[in-house]
């Protein structure tokens, strides 16, 4: 019995520039599009990312984190939502050194949607960092 050859194609490595606009791109929401020069995406998905942002942290949204305080389980459910929210990049991480966002506002009647737009900006951002990964390894256009 003959086995057969599977055509395969060389695994192409990753450029470094890849990596590197991929960090930019979460860093600053749409700064990753930018340097490629992906005005519209750029426009779009960096500026959505800025506006919910924006809007989730007055509709009193709060941000989530790990603090000592938590225990177990509790600490455990801030984990999801904290790693949603850390997509944001670089406005979360100014929330966190000025301490802006992380007081809890439920009484505000707007808090959960303030919350959603926070976490709904963080995840939105994760895609958008992904794609100007890929654009700039060459696999997307």
């Known amino acids: ?3 057969k050859e599977i055509d395969r194609e060389p695994q192409a490595t990753t450029p470094g520039r890849a990596w590197l606009i ?3 791109a979460w860093a600053i929401p ?3 599009h930018l340097l490629l ?3 519209m ?3 779009l998905l960096g500026g959505a990312v800025w506006a919910m942002f924006i809007a989730g942290l007055g509709l009193g949204g709060h941000l989530f984190t790990v603090t000592s305080t938590d225990q177990g ?3 455990l459910l801030q984990v999801l939502p904290m790693i949603a929210n850390i997509g944001a990049g670089a406005p979360y991480i100014v929330c966190w050194v000025l301490n802006i966002g992380f007081a809890e506002e439920a009484q505000r009647l707007t808090y959960e949607y303030g919350n959603t737009f926070l976490l709904v900006a963080g995840l939105l951002n994760y895609l958008a960092m992904l794609d100007a990964f890929d654009i700039a ?3 997307k256009k």
Do not use: D, E, Y
Request: proline content about 0%; glycine content about 20%.
């Open 73 to 75: 389980f509790s600490a």
């Open 30 to 32: 749409g700064a990753g």
């Open 37 to 39: 020069k992906c005005w």
């Open 1 to 3: 019995m003959v086995a």
């Open 137 to 139: 390894a060459g696999r």
């Open 41 to 43: 995406r750029a426009a």
């Open 22 to 24: 991929g960090i930019i």
